[in-house]
């Protein structure tokens, strides 16, 4: 522990035991607690889909989703949905867990590997193309069920942003085989494109009673919105799996790319990945009270659904068992 870590921890005066208990403790979180009151139907109807699809046949993939609660996340990030989008939003979660955790596997000896299995995504959403896996056939029945509760444009942008998704992974096979350092703005560029956030807001869109106009929904702060609670949404969990991703030998994480390039304890980094996090935080918090007068109730019912995903991404990743070490280790390093 280097001497300026130890008069960080001495000026903040922090007694907490655990590396959550430094996350609670500098974390801004603006956003109360909330969760759906269908929590326990899409935890339900989460569980059938996957059985439907066969993605849950392999226990690993079922032992996975026990410990992610995919349903959970969903029911806190979009707590005043109705229960049909509610019900998407859970199999889409469990569905982007499954399928990240298999192209890291995949992905991580040779990128070319994964080739097969991107493009047979890239051409159900873009082409219609008919699925030739288990995975596969579940992004087309999660296709059908978008383009059943949103408008033609909604889910357009939501087959969109979904692809922007798909194309990431490969940027992160390719980052995790280099063997130079990742710098902290490759790290961001690159969580930025695979972190999933993005392909829900069409669904946040959907359930409001009123399409947005183009307009509102293009306007230049609205988007500068959409970026921050992404970034904000993803890098919270960064926090929490850190411990998990330094074990796995895991490289795109933003408290890990601060480690490496502070070259410093792992608690030190996770603080100054809070101070990025809470200052994305207040920008966006900033930029709403600044727009929100100027919007539609549809513009309003968007804007906090991309809140919710900062909110529900906090409260989830506090508890899941995914991330159950991030209790039980120490938030003072050994000197």
């Known amino acids: 522990m280097t001497h300026e870590e130890i008069a960080l921890v001495a000026q903040d005066g922090f007694r907490g035991d655990s590396l959550r208990d430094l996350i609670d403790a500098h974390l801004y979180m603006p956003f109360p607690f909330q969760t759906n009151r269908h929590a326990s139907e899409a935890a339900a109807g989460v569980d059938e889909w996957l059985h439907t699809w066969g993605l849950t046949d392999d226990p690993g993939v079922a032992a996975m989703i026990a410990a992610t609660r995919p349903a959970e996340l969903a029911a806190y990030n979009s707590p005043t949905v109705d229960a049909d989008v ?11 867990f499954i399928f990240d955790d298999q192209a890291e596997e995949v992905g991580r000896l040779t990128p070319g590997r994964l080739l097969p299995m991107l493009s047979e995504s890239i051409g159900i959403l873009r082409d219609g193309r008919p699925p030739s896996t ?25 087959a969109w942003n979904s692809r922007e998704y798909v194309h990431g992974l490969l940027y992160e096979a390719v980052a995790q085989i280099e063997y130079a350092p990742i710098q902290i703005g490759l790290c961001k560029s690159i969580r930025s494109l695979i972190a999933g956030v993005e392909p829900f807001y069409p669904l946040c869109e959907a359930a409001q009673r009123h399409e947005m106009v183009a307009e509102e929904l293009h306007h230049p702060v609205m988007r500068r919105l959409g970026r921050l609670s992404a970034d904000a949404a993803v890098w919270i969990p960064d926090l929490f799996s850190a411990v998990k991703e330094h074990r796995a030998g895991g490289m795109i994480n933003l408290a890990l790319a601060f480690q490496r390039a502070e070259r410093c304890s792992l608690p030190m980094a996770v603080r ?11 920008e966006f918090e900033a930029l709403y009270e600044e727009i929100k007068p100027k919007l539609s109730p549809a513009g309003i019912g968007y804007a906090e659904g991309m809140a919710g995903w900062i909110r529900g991404c906090y409260f989830w990743s506090r508890t899941v068992p995914r991330y159950a070490d991030t209790a039980l280790t120490s938030a003072v390093p050994a000197t």
Do not use: K, M
């Open 86 to 96: 509610l019900q998407i939003v859970a199999n889409q979660i469990s569905y982007q």
């Open 134 to 158: 288990p995975l596969g056939a579940a992004l087309a029945d999660l296709h059908r069920q978008v383009q059943e509760r949103c408008t033609p444009a909604q889910a357009a942008r939501w």
């Open 272 to 282: 100054l990945a809070i101070e990025a996090i809470n200052s994305t935080i207040n």
